[in-house]
């Protein structure tokens, strides 16, 4: 299990304003303090849980960028078992093993020179 405490939430939205310009999307900036392990432990395994979809991860914490169902107030904590990550991390090694199969395979057959053939 991991956990990890907020310690800030700020709402960030586009401004043309010289002191405070930003021109990305609106969203939510999460600060956050690892409790069980470090923060990039902490954010490996939650980024990768269904509940981390809508987040991207930053330096001192994360950013919703998808409207997350998920508690943000100061002071609360998000944990994520081993049993929530274990499934997603064998999904991506899965995922990670066919593109490279994929990889391997359309080199070999560019190696072979063969004539292209299109399908109607």
Wanted: charged share 25%.
């Amino acid at each position: 299990m991991r956990t990890a405490k907020i310690l800030n939430v700020s709402n960030q939205e586009p401004c043309d304003d010289p002191d405070s310009f930003f021109t990305g999307p609106q969203c939510t900036v999460v600060k956050l303090e690892a409790v069980n392990c470090s923060l990039e432990e902490f954010m490996e395994w939650f980024l990768l849980s269904d509940r981390g979809d809508p987040f991207c991860h930053t330096e001192g914490g994360m950013v919703d960028i998808g409207g997350s169902m998920i508690d943000l107030r100061k002071g609360s904590c998000i944990t994520v078992t081993f049993d929530e990550w274990f499934p997603q991390y064998l999904n991506l090694l899965v995922a990670r093993a066919k593109s490279d199969i994929d990889r391997l395979t359309q080199k070999a057959l560019d190696s072979l020179d063969l004539p292209k053939t299109y399908n109607d």
